[in-house]
């Protein structure tokens, strides 16, 4: 019985967007908790986790994207790194898998700066391990994290601002204000607020082919999805994330654009659809050609 798998080896997944490659690499999970959850009664939230048969507690997947448009490989988030809560941490693995060191990546584009985003930017002894890109950071979320930590945080919150200090002061040198919304040739930033104050998902688009990578819209899809009002206790605005989720699924619902999101299942790409009161998320079909 010795011999039998007890890793997974699919790290890595490839999509084509017209020019473009856009490849995601899973990092790891995290162990959430019904507690996390806000304006949704937690029997209801048991009930849809339980419909899932999902693992419980329930588990937040955590995906990085990669773009290579052929001149650039551009990194979107770093997963976790050294800043801890996840269970993987294979974001180096499976750039290595798919034929990548961290010196060709010459763009880190940032979502927004949790701990679960830009940690990987760093390694345990707070050194970059991209040390050949320029990191572009929204503007706001530079501000608001790079900031002094506001008095009346949650514990949560005051770890988050810890982990942000850290790694801004690691690799701050490295790092841009993104202002506006045109980011590079083919890539738009999405301002999509209330999970944090600046919190950007980002539209890739060649040819006819278009994603919407739109990052923390959704933590836990068992939930999220059939839910939309359910928000998460690290959510800086609460009111306003949910406002965002539902203005966002309903678009993309209505306009069928293909989607991406770092807490989605690997390899986190696919379509949302409504679904009675909510929506649906409709899992990318695998293809062995890229
Ligand atoms: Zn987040
Ligand atoms: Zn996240």
Known sequence: MTNQPTQQTANV????????VLTTLIDAYMEGAFQLLQNIDESEARRLHQESRRPTPPRI??????????????????????????TGGRLLDGLKIAG????????????????????GLIDDD???????????????????WGGDMPEDVSDAQKRQFEAAH???KAVGSQMQHLEGTEVLPGITRVPLPGHT??????????GNDQVLIWTDIVHLPQIQFPYPDATV???????QAAATRKQI?????????????????FPGVGYVIEDGDGYRFLPHVWDPAV
């Open 249 to 265: 699924m309903a678009e993309v619902a209505q306009s069928r654009e293909m989607i991406a999101g770092h807490h989605l299942d």
């Open 61 to 86: 997947t955590l995906n990085v994207y990669l773009l290579d448009t052929g001149n650039q490989k551009i990194l979107i988030d770093t997963g976790f790194g050294p800043v801890g809560g996840g």
């Open 233 to 239: 206790a690290f959510d800086t605005d609460p009111a």
């Open 126 to 144: 707070d050194r970059s391990v991209f040390s050949n890109a320029t990191i572009l950071v929204p503007a706001g979320e530079l501000d608001y």
């Open 166 to 168: 850290r790694v801004i």
């Open 13 to 20: 997944h490839h999509l084509r967007i017209g020019d473009l």
């Open 197 to 206: 104050p600046d919190h950007s998902g980002y539209r890739i688009t060649s």
């Open 100 to 119: 990548y060191t961290p010196d060709d990546i010459d763009t880190v584009l940032i979502t927004h700066v949790h701990p679960d985003h830009v940690g």
